[in-house]
């Protein structure tokens, strides 16, 4: 399954996990030491309320492996991972959520695709154990969408347990609620990704922390990442064509009215005059953001000296 030379790192972001995580990381112990793994486990405590960081604290004592940071707010779950990857040492990096739902065995299976050539591996909760109104209904709308927006065909992007290469997660920043995207962004990133059925639980313990009022957050995520995915490199493909095709009906319609003064014609109370003058000015708009956006990507890449490019490997003759 893995090279016993390998790092495992696993994230576990908590909100308010006091009953379920000690039984959690018992289980993750169990199935990572009887694979012979050599494994870290970072529980990222996002600004719990109840006595999650007592319970932590205690763990800390009895688990040698067991890394705990505590944020000093609720930030969400996307924050929550950022800092578990910021902190991780790994050479593959493993998420999953800490209410149980997610089933530990199954971690063997995304390290076995990993060692197998790819560079995330997505869960599949392909018989979810959830509420079918507010949870299961608005997840395949959402999986639904995200897949067309992206070309990216998933059948859910919502699972948190998910294996990753520890160079693509070094990629990537992530914002917002964008842990949700992070095939897309690792896609972005040149990764080979590979999404596998995985086990989902009923859960046991506390409530779920995210309902449908995070839809809103997510769309706008969600347009965000189709641009990336579309015009990271290239903002002046999207914002300088459609900045065009207005000057260009602008000058066609200003044209033909210009035509029909010539004529005798009052154009002074067309509709069309007014039309022509939003489309002019909307064009020229959007034709200076897409050389602002250029110039802004430009600084984004040069400052960090950051390539547009990502080398999987190199050959060459000399190489033994």
């Not at 920043?173 to 990764?191: C, D, S, T």
């Not at 080979?192 to 059925?197: A, D, F, N, V, W």
Request: glycine share 6%; proline share 3%; net charge positive.
């Amino acid at each position: 399954m893995s090279d016993i030379n390998q790092l495992i790192s696993i994230v576990i972001p908590v909100f308010n996990e006091s009953e379920s995580i000690g039984f959690l990381l018992d289980e993750l112990i169990n199935v990572m030491s009887s694979h012979n793994c050599n494994f870290e486990l970072i529980v990222v405590n996002d600004g719990s309320t109840d006595n999650t960081h007592q319970v932590l604290k205690q763990l800390t004592l009895k688990i040698k492996e067991l890394c705990v940071i505590s944020l000093r707010k609720n930030y969400g779950q996307t924050a929550a991972m950022s800092a578990g990857f910021d902190n991780s040492i790994g050479d593959i990096v493993i998420t999953l959520d800490g209410d149980l739902q997610n089933d530990p065995n199954d971690i063997p299976k995304l390290i076995s695709e990993i060692n197998n050539g790819y560079d995330l591996i997505c869960g599949w909760r392909f018989d979810r154990k959830d509420k079918l109104l507010n949870r299961k209904i608005p997840s395949k709308i959402a999986n639904k969408l995200i897949a067309q927006v992206t070309g990216l065909n998933f059948h859910d992007y919502g699972c948190s347990l998910k294996a990753f290469k520890k160079e693509i997660i070094d990629d990537i920043k992530l914002y917002g609620e964008l842990h949700r995207f992070l095939p897309v962004l690792a896609n972005i990133e040149g990764a080979r990704i590979k999404e596998i059925k995985v086990n989902h639980r009923s859960r046991k313990y506390g409530s779920s922390k995210y309902g449908i009022n995070r839809t809103f957050k997510v769309l706008m995520d969600l347009l965000t990442v189709w641009f990336m995915n579309k015009f990271l490199t290239r903002p002046m493909y999207g914002f300088g064509f459609a900045g065009i095709i207005s000057i260009l009906i602008s000058l066609v319609m200003s044209s033909y009215l210009i035509v029909l003064k010539l004529m005798g014609e009052d154009i002074g109370n067309r509709p069309m005059l007014m039309f022509t003058l939003i489309l002019g000015i909307a064009g020229v708009q959007l034709f200076s953001f897409g050389l602002l956006s250029e110039l802004l990507m430009r600084t984004y890449h040069e400052s960090q000296s950051r390539p547009i490019y990502r080398i999987r490997s190199i050959s060459s003759p000399n190489q033994n």
